[in-house]
């Protein structure tokens, strides 16, 4: 039997993760560009929105003709024309002229401010009385308010959001330069695991690391790959193995990764030219039988078979790596929120490792308490009642009843 022979800390782990360098780029229509990492600084070209327009229905006048208007002594103005929604006036302004405009309306020249529709008389067809005076450039947006020209609008490394894609939209760019998705390969292992369509026999369950690792996944834009099933036999699992490496940038293997005589993915690793064995072992619990290794640019996990304990790796390491995959700018925005909570009560830790414990929420006497879900890491229930998770510096013996504790959200 095999033991653990290159066991590395969390903080090993994720130095290690950050000399993986962003994926290639491709070109895509900003349809299409949600959730993508911006692969090069988006600089304007123009000033938005290019012209001086209304922000409210009413007349554009000039300011200074409206000073010392009142209710008790409305000044009037002659209405001159009227601007047409989508087009440059054919008119100008002169002192004691005004025009009809509507909000997102082209000021005319002469004009610097809008007088809302409500604080207006019309006395006559042509003729309006104003009963309060207005500031330069009130009711107005500036040619360059919303977008100056040359202006660094988005940078480089950054998730597009819906208000990302508008703002692209309304500079004329129809398509960007974004970091390739990466994709991850799936496998799952094991005499006992069979599809979730068959009825277990005796011994035998059904797979759930697939659908929980391919789900998460898919939250953060990465392409699964599913490439179902293999038992504990090694050629079966190199065939599927070489078919990962040859479609996907990561490679996630559950099952086979701790010290047991079927367990074969350390063998299947070092068996491919060039592979570099990085841990076989985290400190971490659960989690602790991981075994991570690079090929290339490409990373091969070999994760616990039991679904708590693979989730907890993926959490914990594989959210940072694939944000490293997608050229974000900050890698760790992959992580999930947080929240402070109190912790309800003590919970024991053993010094030399990570622990991370499942939390559910709740509200008492205006606190956010944690309280503790307890349960071995085969349990998927125990991910399904829980809210998230908290971390057990390695260095700590445990926490105490009280304690403020944040909680990485699910």
């Known amino acids: 039997m095999r033991s653990f022979f290159k066991v590395k800390t969390a903080k090993e782990v994720l130095e290690f993760l950050r000399t ?6 491709e070109s895509v229509y900003i349809t299409d560009a949600l959730n ?14 290019g012209f001086q327009r209304s922000t409210v229905d009413g007349y554009a006048l000039g300011a200074k ?7 008790n002594l409305p000044t009037p103005f002659a209405i001159v024309g009227e601007v047409k929604m989508g087009r440059k006036p054919n008119f100008d302004l002169n002192r004691g002229e005004c025009a009809l405009i509507s909000t997102g309306g082209m000021l005319p020249k002469g004009a610097d401010a809008v007088l809302m529709v409500e604080y207006s008389q019309k006395v006559e067809d042509t003729v309006v009385e104003i009963s309060r005076p207005v500031s330069p450039l009130e009711n107005v947006i500036l040619s360059d308010d919303d977008v100056k020209k040359g202006q660094v609008i988005l940078q480089k490394g950054t998730r597009l959001r819906p208000q990302d894609l508008g703002i692209l939209a309304g500079l004329g760019v129809s398509t960007v330069a974004v970091f390739c998705k990466p994709k991850a390969a799936i496998i799952s292992t094991g005499e006992e695991i069979v599809d979730v369509t068959q009825t277990p026999k005796p011994g035998q369950v059904r797979d759930i690391n697939t659908y929980t690792l391919g789900g998460l ?3 953060l834009g990465v392409e699964p790959i599913y490439l179902g099933l293999a038992g504990d036999r090694f050629e079966q699992l190199k065939v599927l193995f070489e078919k990962a490496l040859s479609q996907a940038d990561v490679i996630l293997l559950s099952g086979g990764s701790s010290v047991g005589a079927k367990d074969l993915t350390l063998d299947l690793f070092l068996s491919f030219a060039d592979v570099e064995l990085m841990a076989h072992g985290v400190s971490i619990s659960p989690g602790k039988p991981t075994i991570i290794a690079r090929k290339g640019n490409k990373t091969l996990w070999g994760l616990p078979g039991h679904p708590v304990s693979a989730m907890v790796i993926f959490d914990v390491f594989l959210r940072y790596l694939f944000g490293r995959l997608s050229g974000l700018s900050d890698p760790a925005a992959f992580h999930r929120p947080t929240v402070e909570a109190e912790l309800d009560r003590n919970i024991e830790s ?16 205006g606190r956010l308490v944690a309280k503790p879900i307890l349960g071995k890491s085969g349990l998927i229930s125990t991910m399904v009642e829980a809210d998230g998770i908290i971390r057990i510096d390695m260095n700590t013996e445990g926490l105490y009843q009280g304690d403020r504790v944040t909680v990485r959200l699910f």
């Open 20 to 25: 993986v360098q962003p994926l290639g780029t």
């Open 65 to 71: 003709d409206t000073f010392g208007a009142s209710e």
């Open 217 to 219: 996944c898919t939250q």
């Open 350 to 365: 053993a010094s030399g490792r990570e622990d991370y414990i499942r939390v559910r929420l709740s509200h008492e006497d």
């Open 36 to 49: 993508r990492i911006l692969a090069s600084d988006i600089v304007s070209s123009e000033d938005i929105p």
